[in-house]
């Protein structure tokens, strides 16, 4: 399937896939971008 002809159903169709890919970005950079935006937490 090339991504010239790619659609989706329905609008339901469309937001899952945008959901699993954003899941999927997330679960594979998640930590370390919260690692590298996040401040530093104080120890005491």
Known sequence: ???ENFAFK???D???AA???VA???S???YPSLECM???L???
């Open 14 to 16: 469309f937001i899952q």
């Open 42 to 44: 104080s120890r005491r």
């Open 28 to 30: 594979e950079h998640g």
């Open 10 to 12: 329905t609008k339901s």
């Open 1 to 3: 399937m090339s991504l």
């Open 38 to 40: 996040s401040p530093a």
């Open 24 to 26: 999927l970005i997330v």
């Open 19 to 21: 959901f699993n890919q």
